[in-house]
């Protein structure tokens, strides 16, 4: 069976392609971060417009590299949320038109969930159960996973998700959009142990994470000591040491409480290199897997993915009918 896929929950359009017997065939992908770094963060409208500029190009553009005809495509997978509800439109609309014109059957994907599976596009790839540290712009989540569809939550945040507080931490040191990656850039100028932030909730006893008050701890030692580019430099080695820090320490317990000894890492944050290095230092006797770093972000190819597997359970499966809805909020765990 030969899935579409198709990401637009955000500031990201991904297609891609995705056959049950032969893996990966394809994917394409067009970032707006150009265009959204002009106003330090994501302005909703235009990335809705800019989807329904590019969806349909870069379907083009993929079939044409993997020699594969509209024709041939057996269902088609979309992001339904969570995410920015105009984005989520486009995907939702372009797709249940394309599925009702062909007749074929269409999937409804729960975003977090294509993170979530993305180590699987990956070899070697995790078995079941497994834990998920989902950590990302938006989201930052420990989920036991038992199997497609089968996911408990164990711990989240209470506040800022740790990419959030990376881009709003990077903007106070003046870095440019998306910050999380100028922000790591910059740590590795710093200097260990010169600024102590704090690690909150590193000691609560259960799962959950907290990273405003770190975020509003490094503002103020920003505004004590921003006069140097060394300054500067040492104060984000300091904030990325505290968030990494906190995030292993969780993976942690999380592992401990439930005595699993794979844990995947997936969402935008599971880029970040002190992150890998703390887990893969720490973790002894445990396999830790991470997505391809294309796969880090929001793409195409975790959609099509995630759609795959549940067609081959027959599960979120929906004959095209002409309507759809999007959900901008929705619970990994209401699916």
């Known amino acids: 069976m030969l899935v579409l896929g198709i990401e637009t929950s955000c500031d990201e359009t991904g297609v891609a392609l995705y056959d049950t017997d032969h893996g990966l065939l394809g994917h394409t992908l067009h970032s707006q971060v150009d265009m959204h770094s002009e106003y330090g963060g994501v302005v909703p409208e235009l990335a809705s417009r800019d989807h329904i500029r590019r969806v349909l190009p870069l379907i083009r553009q993929l079939f044409g590299q993997t020699d594969i005809s509209l024709e041939s495509i057996d269902a088609i997978a979309y992001t339904q949320g969570p995410g920015l509800a105009g984005a989520l439109l486009t995907g939702a609309s372009f797709s249940s038109a394309l599925a009702f014109a062909r007749h074929i059957p269409i999937l409804n994907i729960h975003h977090l969930e294509g993170h979530l599976l993305s180590p699987l596009l990956s070899d070697p790839a995790p078995c079941f159960p497994f834990i998920a540290l989902l950590v990302s712009g938006g989201h930052t989540q420990l989920m036991r996973v038992d199997g497609i569809g089968q996911y408990q939550l164990l711990g989240e945040t209470v506040d800022d998700a740790a990419g959030e507080a990376f881009d709003k931490t990077a903007k106070l040191l003046g870095l440019g959009y998306p910050g999380g990656k100028f922000l790591a850039e910059l740590a590795t100028q710093g200097q260990m142990g010169r600024f102590k932030l704090p690690r909150p909730m590193l000691n609560s ?29 040492d104060i984000a080695y300091a904030f990325e040491d505290a968030v990494t820090d906190v995030l292993v320490k969780k993976s942690t317990a999380a592992l401990n409480f439930t005595g699993l000894k794979q844990l995947v890492v997936a969402g935008g944050v599971g880029a970040n ?6 887990l893969q230092h720490h973790l002894g006797g445990i396999s830790i897997f991470f997505p391809e770093l294309e796969f880090c972000t929001d793409n195409g190819a975790m959609i099509a993915l995630a759609g ?21 909020r929705w619970n990994l765990e209401d699916l």
Not at 314 to 323: D, F, R, V
């Open 273 to 278: 290199s002190r992150l890998r290095k703390k």
């Open 308 to 328: 795959a597997l549940r067609l081959q359970q027959c599960n979120g499966l929906h004959e095209p009918s002409g309507s759809f809805t999007v959900k901008a």
């Open 205 to 233: 006893n259960d799962l959950n994470f907290s990273f405003s008050g770190l975020k509003t701890a490094t503002a103020l030692l920003i505004h004590q000591h921003k006069t140097s580019s060394q300054d500067r430099a």
